[in-house]
């Protein structure tokens, strides 16, 4: 694992690294509804959406209002992707109606997700509440059902999954090639005394753990049952896991730049490897072998918004 040693350097690798090398980009880190604003510029107001590039697929996960962000930043150019959705609640897809190239003809995206995720996708598009309807989307779309715990495959990625605890249910995913693993965990809550079974082993060995970390410790018993996770709970996962890195994800909505950087920071010492989600925050998944087990020490938090680190 190494640092990028400068800002420029790191930022035009990362657009490079968008491209071809293996990476996570995160386009929308926030959970509920986006929150955008003076106050939240620097982590970002958008809704959850993750972009994955790994042995050469575009792997796409959520289309919070993050997606349309990715859909500006891909411009006219046909879209290539597969859109992976955890779950179907607003802040997952609301973003899809808003992403240009799912209107490219050119276009071609594989959704997959729960079993009716075509069909809260057209209700989504359509009266009293949106103009324009799903089949308006000019891009070549697929929808496939998947089963929380199977496994399938994105070209030589393995996509492992599980069942998260969450109202209506989740999935979780390890996207897995070449020794290489990333996790996302949203939305979830953990259990009421350990760890989610089924998460540790999903989780095991990541490289990059992303979790839900909408509440804190404090405001956590205020809100159970809701569906979400502390950076506490991400922290002892992380660590039963051996997870190179966690990524602290789907921020509450009420959460400023400055309380997620104190959650940050307290998260931190607890865990080394543990950092936040921010939009703009590229992690490129170097060659193995160094730096096992001292997950994140090498990492610091640069420029906040464009943020290019070597795992
Ligand atoms: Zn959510
Ligand atoms: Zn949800």
């Known amino acids: 694992m190494k640092q990028q040693q400068n800002p420029t350097t790191a930022s035009n690798?990362?657009?490079?690294?968008?491209?071809?090398?293996d990476s996570v980009r995160f386009w929308g880190v926030r959970g509920s509804i986006p929150s955008p604003g003076p106050h939240t510029a620097q982590v970002g107001g958008n809704?959850?959406?993750?972009?994955?590039?790994?042995?050469?697929?575009?792997?796409?996960?959520?289309?919070?209002s993050g997606l349309r962000q990715l859909g500006t930043a891909h411009g006219a150019l046909p879209l290539d992707a597969h859109l992976l959705f955890s779950h179907l609640h607003w802040d997952h897809i609301q973003g899809v109606p808003f992403c240009g190239p799912l209107y490219?003809?050119?276009?071609?995206?594989?959704?997959?997700?729960?079993?009716?995720?075509?069909?809260?996708?057209?209700?989504?598009?359509?009266?009293?509440?949106?103009?324009?309807?799903?089949?308006?989307?000019?891009?070549?779309?697929?929808?496939?059902?998947?089963?929380?715990?199977?496994?399938?495959?994105?070209?030589?990625?393995?996509?492992?999954?599980?069942?998260?605890?969450?109202?209506?249910?989740?999935?979780?995913?390890?996207?897995?090639?070449?020794?290489?693993?990333?996790?996302?965990?949203?939305?979830?809550?953990?259990?009421?005394?350990?760890?989610?079974?089924?998460?540790?082993?999903?989780?095991?060995?990541?490289?990059v753990l992303i979790y839900d970390a909408q509440y804190t410790p404090e405001e956590y018993p205020q809100r159970v049952g809701w569906g979400h996770s502390t950076w506490l709970k991400g922290c002892e996962l992380a660590e039963a896991a051996r997870a190179r890195a966690l990524v602290l994800f789907h921020h509450d909505p009420t959460r400023d730049d400055d309380a997620v950087a104190a959650i940050e920071a307290t998260a931190r010492a607890r865990f080394a490897g543990a950092r936040a989600a921010r939009e703009g925050l590229v992690l490129t998944l170097d060659t193995r072998g160094e730096a096992k087990g001292s997950a994140g020490a090498a990492m610091t938090r640069g420029d906040a918004a464009r943020d290019g680190v070597h795992l």
């Open 13 to 21: 690798e990362a657009n490079e690294a968008n491209e071809a090398a």
């Open 104 to 207: 490219n003809p050119r276009s071609r995206v594989r959704m997959l997700g729960p079993a009716d995720l075509h069909a809260a996708l057209a209700k989504q598009m359509s009266g009293p509440t949106f103009p324009v309807s799903l089949e308006v989307m000019g891009a070549r779309l697929s929808f496939e059902p998947i089963r929380p715990g199977a496994t399938l495959r994105i070209g030589a990625i393995t996509v492992r999954t599980a069942p998260l605890s969450h109202p209506g249910g989740a999935i979780g995913y390890r996207l897995e090639h070449a020794g290489r693993a990333v996790v996302y965990a949203s939305d979830t809550e953990h259990p009421e005394h350990g760890l989610d079974a089924a998460l540790l082993e999903l989780a095991a060995n990541a490289d």
């Open 47 to 64: 809704t959850s959406c993750v972009e994955v590039n790994l042995a050469g697929e575009r792997v796409i996960i959520d289309g919070g």
